[in-house]
């Protein structure tokens, strides 16, 4: 780490001869000022990210809501909005499509989409390379409303394009397919970054050890296989982690969606926002917030754990 | 050239293809549809009309919006940057009591505490505060958020310069603030700009947080108005839709060109929230 010392010559030549005051550090700040730099920063996220954390473990035991008598005086509940939860089919249904959501999209989707265009243009320079590159990164650097209307249009039930492709009008897909639709969206959204992360991992994989994989006549799986996967695992296990916790905590399923027809792709962020904002129900909503930051919190540790073990 | 060879040739061009395919069908809305008088959903060869920017420019909240997208992206950045660089700098050269336990707390906490997870209690805490419809805060709750993993992407950058500099400035009587900014600041500022185009670009995108905290219509950015064009008042205006959709695109697209041209395209684990 750069723990900043400053050589002893250079403190026997400080010209204004203060040595006490000035403490071992390259600029030398001291601890007070280096305490008073970090303070606003702390300052801002202590208000705005840890109390708002820790207030929603608060709520959940409250049954808080945005209007009526409730709002006025909130009282202690205990765990009943987790059992609530726990008995409600509706908050199950957006487990299961939350889950659907992150193994198609990203697990699936990402993953294999991303790892697939960084293999198969692994040798390539030039103007192709560019370009796919660009578009994929393109989809992904978009605002997420511009895209997601982008879809709705693409995806129209009579002049979508989509439809016209395929040569089947009237096909409502985000009414019939809605958590396809989103499944794909998500894939198209989120690609880039597996992309530049396989891309960066097999530039690092050693190209002997291919050419003596090779030279012993293994097929491009056999390659694949033995050579590349074991010099990767960490940036897949990386890339995994850091995008299921993204498409977990996506709201953009909203903005194609809704939640609906009926529910049908409500996923957790989406009805997490329905009961507590739509419905006013903020003391359920906080409960169920609650689940997903435990579920944020397992899925970090285990990131921060594997960068721990890198190093 | 055997047979295998060749069918592996028509593999590779048929998947980039496809991929090609897939990629760009759905943007090609949007750089026709702009273009085209009284457009559908249906992508058509454009005849090169005007009109549409026209009515955007006419529209009531259109251009507004960019402006509040705007002042909401460049002042988060400004907070962002100020208050990263300070403290990464503080950080990076100081070992201060509980350094490394407060990095990984910081880094924990912008993993975890997302909009989604967050929205019940911010938005509360805006009631509270009287900040609903406050521009500023807004500013102060996403500058909250971004702030863990700027410092931690900062703090990494400031231990890879080199602190002779600050030394030898030091040697010459420079007071610590004089060495921050006149030795430091130029030193990182590739560093500090990337903090600042991440911040722009995240606020710049960024739909959940001012849809929960600004209702007032005259103070919405770009990314509320849109959704507000394709659900509220019946029939979707395809013309306002598709062009001003555009015109908030266009710097995003800029912005990456840039980054990219003068920097080379870095990222960083925890780029996007």
């Known amino acids: 780490m750069a723990q900043a010392i400053s050589p002893p010559e250079v403190i026997d030549g400080d010209p204004s001869g203060r040595r006490g005051g000035y403490s071992s550090d390259a600029a030398g700040l001291g601890r007070l000022r280096a305490g008073a730099f970090v303070a606003p920063a702390l300052l801002l996220i202590a208000a705005f990210l840890v109390f708002p954390a820790l207030w929603v473990l608060y709520l959940g035991l409250t049954n808080y809501r945005l209007t009526g008598a409730a709002a006025a005086e909130p009282q202690f509940v205990g765990l009943d909005n987790f059992l609530d939860a726990v008995a409600n089919p509706t908050f199950w249904n957006s487990t299961w499509l939350t889950l659907q959501f992150v193994l198609g999209s990203a697990v699936i989707g990402q993953v294999v989409l991303g790892f697939t265009i960084a293999w198969v243009l692994r040798d390539r320079r030039g103007p192709l390379k560019r370009l796919v590159e660009g578009l994929v990164i393109l989809a992904w650097i978009l605002p997420s409303a511009v895209v997601s209307f982008l879809w709705v249009a693409l995806l129209d039930r009579d002049g979508g394009t989509l439809n016209a492709l395929l040569g089947i009008p009237g096909f409502a897909w985000l009414l019939d397919h809605p958590m396809l639709s989103i499944i794909i969206f998500n894939t198209w959204r989120g690609t880039a970054f597996s992309m530049m992360l396989y891309g960066a991992a097999l530039g690092n994989v050693p190209p002997s050890h291919l050419e003596s994989a090779r030279l012993a006549g293994a097929s491009g799986w056999q390659q694949l296989r033995d050579v590349v996967f074991p010099h990767i695992r960490g940036h897949i296990l990386t890339n995994l982690l850091l995008i299921s916790l993204w498409t977990f905590n996506d709201f953009s399923p909203f903005l194609l969606t809704a939640g ?27 409960a169920v917030s609650t689940i997903i930051l435990l579920i944020n919190l397992v899925v970090a540790v285990f990131y921060l754990r594997l960068l721990r073990s890198k190093k | 050239m055997t047979p295998r060879f060749v069918l592996g040739r028509i593999g590779f061009y048929t998947l980039i293809a496809v991929l090609l395919a897939f990629f760009t069908i759905p ?82 906490l912008s993993s975890i505490i997302t909009g989604t997870a967050a929205m019940v209690p911010l938005f509360q805490l805006a009631v509270e505060l009287n900040l609903i419809d406050s521009q500023l805060g807004l500013i102060l709750i996403l500058t909250g958020g971004l702030l863990p993993a700027a410092i931690f992407m900062l703090k990494d950058f400031m231990d890879s310069t080199p602190k002779s500099y600050e030394e030898s400035a030091r040697v010459f009587g420079a007071s610590p603030l004089q060495i921050v900014r006149h030795v430091v600041v130029p030193l990182v500022r590739p560093g500090l700009a990337t903090i600042a185009v991440w911040s ?16 007032d219509v005259e103070k919405q950015p770009a990314a509320v108005i849109t959704y507000t064009l394709y659900t509220e008042g019946g029939q979707a205006n395809l013309r306002m839709l598709s062009t001003f959709g555009l015109l908030y695109s266009v710097p995003v697209v800029l912005m990456y060109l840039f980054v990219s041209k003068k920097y080379g395209f870095r990222f960083h684990g925890g780029i996007k929230r």
């Open chain 1, 260 to 286: 609906g027809p009926d529910g049908r792709s409500e996923v957790l962020a989406v009805h997490v926002y329905k009961v507590a904002l739509q419905s006013g129900e903020l003391g359920y909503g906080a």
């Open chain 2, 27 to 108: 943007l090609l809305w949007l750089v026709t549809a702009p273009f085209t008088s009284d457009p559908t959903y249906e992508v058509r060869m454009p005849d090169f009309t005007w009109e549409n920017f026209q009515a955007v420019l006419e529209h009531p909240y259109a251009l507004p919006s960019l402006w509040n997208s705007l002042v909401l992206s460049v002042g988060t950045a400004l907070l962002v940057v100020v208050m990263a660089a300070l403290a990464a700098y503080a950080l990076s050269r100081v070992r201060l009591p509980g350094r490394d336990a407060l990095l990984y707390a910081l880094l924990l």
């Open chain 2, 200 to 215: 722009i670009a995240n606020v710049w995108g960024n739909f959940l947080m001012p849809y929960l905290l600004l209702s």
